[in-house]
């Protein structure tokens, strides 16, 4: 059943426009309790409408399915655990797919889709380990 609080957790994360841990979708919402965001996380993850992105801490962040907000890659900061979207161009997907069926291949595995994270520093961690370095 799609209730309201559901309805308004996907509202949520629609506008959040990247993985969304619980502490993120409760800021500044003192309606929103932390039970009931949790329970209705897992009763939306359990009908496929969002799932879990493993991010480089221990953070749960949720996000909608590709079906529903297009295909796209995250950027992880090692640093900070943030979480951000990317989308690369038709040409570069379709390289990927190219390189990732190639390298299936000798398994005889058929390649009908990919996941693809890049692990690294956000522009924001990278400022301030220049501040504290000077
Ligand atoms: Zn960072
Ligand atoms: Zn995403």
């Not at 907000?69 to 161009?89: M, Y």
């Not at 069926?101 to 522009?123: E, M, N, P, Y």
Request: charged share 25%; aromatic share 4%; with cysteine.
């Amino acid at each position: 059943m799609y209730t309201a609080g559901r309805r308004q957790l996907v509202e949520l994360l629609l506008k959040h426009g990247r993985p969304a841990s619980v502490p993120e979708l409760l800021k500044n919402r003192a309606r929103l309790t932390q039970s009931s965001t949790y329970r209705n996380l897992a009763d939306l993850e359990a009908v496929g409408i969002i799932h879990k992105v493993a991010g480089s801490d221990d953070h749960a962040r949720y996000e909608l399915n590709e079906d529903l907000i297009g295909h796209h890659h995250h950027l992880i900061c090692d640093k900070c655990g943030s979480i951000d979207d990317f989308e690369v161009g038709s040409s570069t997907e379709r390289e990927l797919e190219r390189v990732l069926q190639s390298a299936a291949k000798s398994a005889r595995f058929v390649v009908t889709g990919h996941r693809l994270d890049a692990i690294g520093v956000c522009a924001n961690c990278q400022k301030n380990s220049a501040r504290t370095a000077r």
